[in-house]
């Protein structure tokens, strides 16, 4: 089996004074690497819990998380932080750009600490950047700092690629685009990328969507045949 990532009844209670909240349930899966993922969810349903946990963010209260057989579940703080620095690549919908540093810059900061990184300015040219490369945040517009975003993520060369909301706060076409980038990173590099979402039409670009309910992973459909990014609509 060639699963990157294995979980096993993993549950996470946060127990904040007297309230008990049971954010995930038992939820097992495994991913493969290259696999396109989209999990669905009403909120609070335990979606950017379960991603905080297979990135490496957070740990299970009970259960087990294995990334390439090896155990997240057991693993000490520097394993972890060795694990996000190299395996995991994030890209949330508020972009957490450094205001006094320019896109070069920003993609560059990443990578300095991975350990097989890709070309930076071919990155930044990847996600249609090249002209824009020594331009500070604040010279760009959402959608271009959300494409630094996702240049600083990729660039890590990561195996994993965790998206909260990534075209949350972009409008449709620059959405699309969002997701042309991810898809391609996902299919040229054979990595795999996983998207939470509010946008039920972006699952049918998935190969497989998951469906989150009440802190459980409800249900999982598969695609045969995704759609391209291109023909999805929301
Ligand atoms: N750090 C925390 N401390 C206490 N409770 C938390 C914490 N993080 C999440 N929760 C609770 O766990 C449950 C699941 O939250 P989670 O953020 O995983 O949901 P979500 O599906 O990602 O929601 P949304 O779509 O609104 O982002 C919620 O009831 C939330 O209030």
């Keep these: 089996m060639n699963a990157i990532i294995r979980v096993k009844g993993i549950s996470k209670v946060y127990q904040m004074g007297e309230v008990r909240v049971e954010a995930l349930k038992e939820v097992s899966f495994e991913i493969n690497q290259g696999e396109f993922i989209v999990v669905l969810g009403p909120s609070g349903s ?18 087990e998380v294995y990334y390439k057989g ?4 057991q693993a000490t703080e520097k394993v972890l932080t060795e694990y996000r620095r190299h395996a995991v690549g994030f890209v949330f919908q508020f972009y957490n750009l ?40 604040a010279q760009l517009s959402g959608g271009q700092q959300q494409r630094v975003a996702v240049a600083r993520a990729i660039a890590k060369n990561p195996d994993l690629l965790l998206c909260d909301e990534p075209t949350g706060a972009l409008d449709f076409a620059t959405g699309v685009q969002m997701l042309k980038l991810l898809k391609e990173f996902s299919v040229q590099y054979k990595k795999t990328v ?7 039409g972006i699952a049918e670009m998935a190969d497989r969507v998951f469906y989150m309910k009440d802190g459980r992973l409800e249900n999982i459909t598969v695609h045969p045949h995704p759609v391209p990014p291109e023909e999805v609509v929301w």
């Design 98 to 137: 450094m205001p006094n540093l320019t896109a070069y810059e920003n993609v560059q900061m990443a990578v300095q600490i991975a350990k097989d990184p890709l070309n930076v300015k071919e990155v930044l040219a990847q996600v249609g950047l090249a002209d824009r490369a020594d331009h500070f945040p």
């Design 70 to 73: 090896q155990p997240l579940h």
């Design 194 to 200: 996983m998207i939470i979402t509010h946008n039920a």
């Design 46 to 63: 335990g979606k950017s819990t379960m991603m905080n946990l297979i990135g490496g963010m957070d740990t299970v209260s009970s259960g």
